[in-house]
């Protein structure tokens, strides 16, 4: 059960409207489960004709809107109408609490179905330098109809012009910020040159071209990832002395299903007061220490960690923390070298001629980030 909390309390007599929108993953399989290497792909849902719900219903209707009109078969009886790829069941009145009556609806769907098992971000800030650096590493698996023979190099090459028609996946559209540079695509075996960059005014877009064609029960593990300006995410708020990130959860979503998503936040040495503030619940929040190169007291990191996330996750996650306008770091220094035939020992009490020495490291501000 799903609690909904409205903003004023619904006085006795009083009508509101309001609406809710669910996504159900995993819920769609192929039938039949395996088909030919060029052949249409058919899903079969099975729901229910009723919204379910704890409460009385004076009326009720219920609309599958598919991607195909070539609806094999679905649920029939009483107020069904079908319009090209719109099904309406209903308006039904006076539907009782927890009701419910099978719906099976058996179509085309010439998509792949694509499900990423596991998604892993790294998002490294540098206040300095005005880079966020970002790393997606990518589990992906076809959950479509997977091929009842040998997979044939030869036909997919000949049948190229209607791979639009089937479940094939053949490349992999990803949008970025507009100032994004440095993009790089690897995968296990190492890069991979099938892909372009397009600059566009509003977004840069990188399209990947797997290895091989992904099939039905077949999948694919690569990672990519660029450097971008961070003064596009990371604002300075004057009346509070804080940094404030706004990143999203995911990005690039589109019709995936994502079972577990880790966004990791790296942040500058030296913050402090770190909050996340999320419009959704998160099924953990993680903070550790990051070293990386040259790091004395390590890096605040942020470990996000969500699971069954659709594209309506593709929201902001605001990062508030604290970052001073200069970086102090004092080391003690014993000894580099000593004069000839001074013993070991004499080194580590700091003789005379080599003082206690400070070293203060200091450096000015970086502009404030409108």
């Not at 030919?36 to 229910?48: A, E, I």
């Not at 419910?100 to 058996?106: F, G, K, M, R, V």
């Not at 036909?155 to 100032?179: A, E, I, W």
């Not at 929040?285 to 470990?303: A, L, P, Q, Y």
Request: with cysteine; proline share 6%.
């Amino acid at each position: 059960l799903y609690k909904v909390t409205f903003d004023e309390p619904v006085q006795p007599n009083q009508e509101i409207r309001f609406g809710i929108k669910v996504s159900y993953t995993h819920v769609l399989e192929p039938f039949p489960a395996k088909a030919p290497q060029v052949s249409r792909q058919f899903l079969r849902y099975h729901g229910n004709v009723y919204h379910f719900s704890p409460y009385f219903s004076q009326e009720m209707k219920t609309t599958l809107q598919l991607i195909s009109n070539n609806v094999v078969s679905f649920t029939g009886g009483e107020n069904v109408k079908q319009n090209n790829n719109k099904i309406t069941y209903g308006p039904f009145h006076d539907i009782g609490p927890e009701s419910y009556q099978p719906l099976e609806c058996h179509y085309e769907y010439p998509r792949p179905i694509l499900t990423v098992t596991e998604l892993e971000r790294d998002l490294q800030l540098s206040h300095w330098a005005n880079v966020l650096q970002v790393e997606e590493n990518y589990k992906l698996h076809h959950a479509g109809a997977e091929l009842e023979s040998h997979f044939s190099r030869l036909q997919h090459q000949l049948s190229r012009m209607v791979h639009g028609q089937t479940s094939v996946l053949k490349d992999l559209t990803f949008k970025f910020p507009p100032n994004t540079r440095d993009i790089y695509y690897r995968d296990d075996i190492g890069n991979v040159s099938t892909s372009r960059v397009q600059h566009q005014q509003d977004s840069t877009v990188l399209v990947i071209t797997p290895r091989y064609p992904l099939f039905g029960g077949w999948n694919y593990t690569w990672f990519h990832g660029y450097n971008t300006d961070l003064d596009q995410f990371d604002r300075y708020s004057k009346q509070t002395g804080e940094y404030i990130l706004k990143v999203n959860l995911v990005e690039n979503v589109y019709d995936m299903a994502i079972d577990k998503v880790e966004t990791r936040i790296i942040l500058p040495e030296g913050v402090t007061n770190v909050q996340v503030h999320a419009p959704f619940e998160l099924d953990s929040i993680e903070h550790k220490t990051h070293f990386t190169n040259f790091d004395s007291t390590g890096r605040h990191m942020v470990v996000l960690r969500k699971y069954n996330v659709v594209r309506e996750h593709e929201q902001p996650i605001l990062v508030s923390h604290l970052f001073r306008s200069f970086v102090v770091v004092c080391r003690l220094t014993r000894c580099s070298r000593s004069p000839t035939n001074t013993p070991p020992s004499a080194c580590c009490k700091s003789p005379s001629w080599l003082p206690q020495v400070s070293l203060l490291s200091s450096c000015s501000a970086p502009s404030s980030l409108s």
